[in-house]
């Protein structure tokens, strides 16, 4: 099986890629479009600005192949905020497949929301197996609200989605390959979808 990480501008990508390693599973991380599109599975991580990235995106052409790709995608942390419509992250224009608009972080609570927080609400393959009311690792100034396409949930002064899935696209707000066993859970379960 084939694993891509989709190269581009974006932080914490070799992050992705030795939480693979220490699951024994091989990926390789690349910005060539044949190769990610024969890919069995494609992740799409990042830390970042959301419109710089878009920009990225866009001047490479793989902002119009991430939505021509059919396998299993999962996008974590940026990579789930720029499959949204678009950021009030200087209002970035994204790749639109979650139809709603990421919003930032307000009123009383420390920005950004750093470190563990409960997940609840899971209703997915991606997340069989792992606990109601499971910690994960969390770094984000910027959250997707609640949605139809929500598969769980978080809290942070709001409460957010901490993952969704729309068809063949599936996205976590919090880190995996930072997340202990319940993020090595959640990796291995994206690998056999």
């Given at each position: 099986?084939?694993?891509?990480?989709?190269?581009?501008?974006?932080?914490?990508?070799?992050?992705?890629?030795?939480?693979?390693?220490?699951?024994?599973?091989?990926?390789?991380?690349?910005?060539?479009?044949?190769?990610?599109?024969?890919?069995?599975?494609?992740?799409?991580?990042?830390?970042?600005?959301?419109?710089?990235?878009?920009?990225?995106?866009?001047?490479?052409?793989?902002?119009?192949?991430?939505?021509?790709?059919?396998?299993?995608?999962?996008?974590?942390?940026?990579?789930?905020?720029?499959?949204?419509?678009?950021?009030?992250?200087?209002?970035?224009?994204?790749?639109?497949?979650?139809?709603?608009?990421?919003?930032?972080?307000?009123?009383?609570v420390k920005v950004p929301h750093m470190g563990w927080s409960r997940i609840t609400g899971l209703r997915s393959p991606l997340l069989e197996g792992v606990p109601e009311g499971s910690y994960v690792y969390f770094v984000h100034s910027y959250y997707v609200p609640d949605n139809q396409y929500s598969i769980a949930t978080s809290?942070?002064?709001?409460?957010?989605?901490?993952?969704?899935?729309?068809?063949?696209?599936?996205?976590?707000?919090?880190?995996?390959?930072?997340?202990?066993?319940?993020?090595?859970?959640?990796?291995?379960?994206?690998?056999?979808?």
């Open positions: 099986m084939k694993t891509v990480i989709i190269k581009y501008n974006a932080g914490n990508i070799r992050s992705v890629d030795f939480a693979l390693k220490r699951l024994n599973m091989e990926s390789e991380i690349t910005d060539d479009h044949e190769k990610i599109r024969r890919a069995d599975k494609v992740i799409f991580p990042g830390v970042g600005e959301a419109k710089s990235t878009m920009d990225h995106l866009r001047s490479q052409g793989l902002d119009r192949l991430i939505l021509q790709l059919k396998q299993p995608v999962l996008g974590i942390c940026l990579g789930m905020q720029l499959m949204c419509d678009e950021s009030e992250e200087r209002n970035a224009s994204c790749l639109g497949i979650v139809p709603v608009r990421v919003r930032r972080f307000g009123g009383p809290s942070h002064g709001v409460s957010f989605s901490a993952a969704v899935q729309r068809e063949h696209f599936y996205a976590v707000q919090f880190h995996p390959e930072k997340s202990g066993r319940t993020g090595e859970r959640i990796l291995k379960n994206f690998l056999s979808l």
